[in-house]
């Protein structure tokens, strides 16, 4: 079984930046590639980007593709999102997910533990 808790959620202004921190425990961290999804009000879960369990590879959602971070500290047990050049539209609530499936999806399918969320609202 494996524990994931976010925090660092907050308003921000948009064009501003913002860091998410999600702490695994219960399992071996540098065995689970972990992900970051989002969901707005009233719309589906959506894939934000994701990190290999070494952190040698990521992958990221194009709505987000060089503005927004991922990076891990194995060490630490912790993932992070680093958010910059915020917009209003992506004020959503933030899930951090794990995977043991030695894939780095963007499909929630494959992945099998979830944190609870933390919300991120950008005004503009």
């Known amino acids: 079984q494996v524990q994931l808790v976010e925090s660092g959620g907050g308003s921000v202004q948009a064009g501003g930046s913002h860091r998410l921190s999600c702490a695994a425990s219960?399992?071996?961290?540098?065995?689970?590639?972990m992900a970051w999804f989002r969901q707005a009000s009233g719309k589906e879960r959506e894939f934000v980007g994701a990190i290999s369990r070494s952190g040698g590879t990521t992958n990221y959602a194009d709505s987000v593709k060089g503005r927004f971070t991922i990076s891990r500290d194995n060490a630490k047990n912790t993932v992070y999102l680093q958010m910059n050049s915020l917009k209003p539209d992506d004020t959503a609530v933030y899930y951090c997910?794990?995977?043991?499936?030695?894939?780095?999806?963007?499909?929630?399918?494959?992945?099998?533990?979830w944190g609870q969320g933390t919300q991120v609202t950008v005004s503009s």
């Open positions: 997910a794990a995977s043991v499936a030695a894939m780095i999806a963007s499909s929630a399918k494959w992945y099998n533990y």
């Open positions: 219960g399992r071996i961290f540098g065995t689970l590639d």
